[in-house]
């Protein structure tokens, strides 16, 4: 790609264009989602959310495992890559037969251990065969994740949003009437036919995007390129594994100290604040890495595209944080039912670390992109997820439900500033002043939200909340016009 190409790529206007195709698709499955979450808390209520929670996050925990961190691995050496054909034939060819073995391997941990994976989640052998039925979600959703990984890194964008849209119509279609036919054994049956519909979109849309095919095996060419691949897949794979884990463990812990309810008041906020923040978050991913990755080689040109990326992300997530954080009672009772109404000041919470999660994930990918593969696993993979088990745990044990936001807030603030000093330190990394102030202004607003929501009542409250809403909102707009128009 020639100079010309690299600038309009890196640009706030392709920033910005990437962040709206995948943001629009993510509002569209955030109304999908809302419906199928309404139906879900009326269906199965706090309870029924919380076996469905737990079956989630053993089937993630699982996947991660035996995916053995190939996801990102892929689209770090596709996008790099991508405008080399022979190469890219010959990386095909390389990870086909680790897609298909980690698909297999994800499979075969619910068929072998059904019964220790039910009496450690749930405290009963009485979802055994749920577990053993949960072994076709996992294949499913492992081959679906890797193919979705390739089409991320060739930067296929229709393709990954018209997926994302099929999973969010078949998640309410088939997944809905499930739950009202069979209650909570319609959980796992809704997660087969959900990965299943994915993975097949997929493959479609993988067969019409790609212009190379896989080429013919060669062991002295693609075998150094599937060690290269499972070398950096591995060490994302402790990453991704450590943290699905953590989850696991702490919707485990949850649930044998305060109940199933406790465990689906936890999922019920964590899936709220997933919805909205993936219109910021699934962009960055999907869009923001390959840029990233493609620019690792020139310090100067990633500290360039990190701080427009900062301000993007900071603009948008900065009133949709507040907007939420002041309608929590609002959304809860709309989208679920009143009886979770109680996890009103945790959604809040929650809401709030998202704003700094969100500033700091930009920071996060760059020593992935730079490929520092011991300071990945000791950064992230032990320390970051050391932390957030400590501080999860920890916060529910003396503050209850209100101590899961807390201990977010605190884990994410802490690792925003470790990321700092750390790609300061090692590749020169400089936040310009316009993203300190964007991080400024969105950090400033919402605690100052979180404050109004938590300290004022009635009348004073509203009229607060509004104007601050209002003055966000407006700064955000016009930031994010100025940029549009650079």
């Known amino acids: 790609m020639n100079e010309v190409g690299k ?65 990102l ?139 190379v095919s896989a080429s013919s095996w060669r062991s002295e060419v693609h075998l150094p390129l599937l060690k290269k691949v499972l070398a950096m897949g591995i060490i994302l794979m402790s990453n991704d594994l450590f943290r699905n884990l953590v989850n696991y463990l702490v919707n485990v812990y949850i649930r044998s100290h305060g109940g199933m309810d406790e465990v689906g008041f936890f999922q019920s906020c964590n899936t709220m604040t997933s919805q909205y923040s993936a219109i910021v978050f699934t962009a960055m991913a999907m869009d923001y890495l390959p840029r990233l990755s493609a620019a690792s080689g020139d310090n100067k040109k990633m500290c360039e595209i990190v701080n427009r990326q900062i301000e993007v992300v900071g603009l948008l997530i900065a009133p949709i944080a507040c907007a939420v954080i002041f309608l929590a009672p609002f959304v809860i009772e709309l989208f679920q039912t009143k009886s979770f109404l109680v996890a009103t000041p945790l959604l809040r919470l929650l809401a709030l670390a998202v704003v700094v999660r969100a500033l700091m994930y930009p920071l996060g990918y760059i020593v992935f992109a730079k490929d520092n593969r011991s300071l990945f696993f000791w950064m992230e993979s032990v320390g970051a997820n050391a932390l957030t088990l400590c501080l999860t745990c920890g916060g529910y044990y003396y503050f209850g439900l209100n101590g899961l936001g807390l201990a977010a807030i605190a884990d994410c603030a802490i690792c925003l500033c470790v990321y700092i000093l750390v790609n300061k330190g090692l590749y020169g990394y400089r936040i310009s002043h316009i993203a300190a102030a964007i991080i400024m202004l969105a950090l400033t607003t919402a605690i100052a939200m979180t404050a109004i929501c938590f300290f004022l009542q009635s009348y004073s409250l509203y009229f607060s909340a509004i104007a601050l809403l209002l003055i966000v909102s407006l700064i955000s707009i016009r930031g994010l016009i100025k940029r549009i128009k650079k």
């Open 73 to 211: 691995s892929i689209v770090k050496e596709i996008g790099h890559h991508k405008e080399d054909e022979s190469r890219l034939a010959d990386i095909l060819a390389s990870v086909r037969p680790l897609i298909l073995m980690s698909a297999l391997l994800g499979a075969l941990v619910c068929l072998l251990f059904p019964n220790i994976l039910s009496s450690f989640t749930f405290g009963t052998s009485g979802f055994t065969g749920a577990f053993l039925m949960l072994s076709a979600a996992v294949f499913f959703s492992i081959a679906g994740s890797a193919l979705m990984s390739v089409l991320q890194g060739l930067h296929a964008i229709k393709p990954l949003s018209k997926a994302s849209l099929i999973g969010s119509l078949v998640g309410l279609v088939i997944g809905v009437p499930l739950y009202w036919l069979f209650g909570t054994q319609g959980i796992v049956p809704a997660m087969v036919v959900l990965a299943l519909s994915t993975c097949t979109w997929y493959l479609l849309s993988l067969k019409k995007t790609l212009k």
């Open 7 to 71: 600038t309009e790529e890196n640009s706030f206007r392709n920033i910005l264009k990437g962040t709206s195709i995948f943001g629009g698709v993510q509002v569209f499955n955030i109304l999908i989602s809302a419906i199928r979450l309404k139906f879900v808390a009326v269906i199965l209520g706090p309870s029924g959310m919380g076996i469905a929670g737990l079956f989630n996050t053993t089937s993630l925990t699982i996947q991660q495992f035996a995916s053995l961190g190939l996801n």
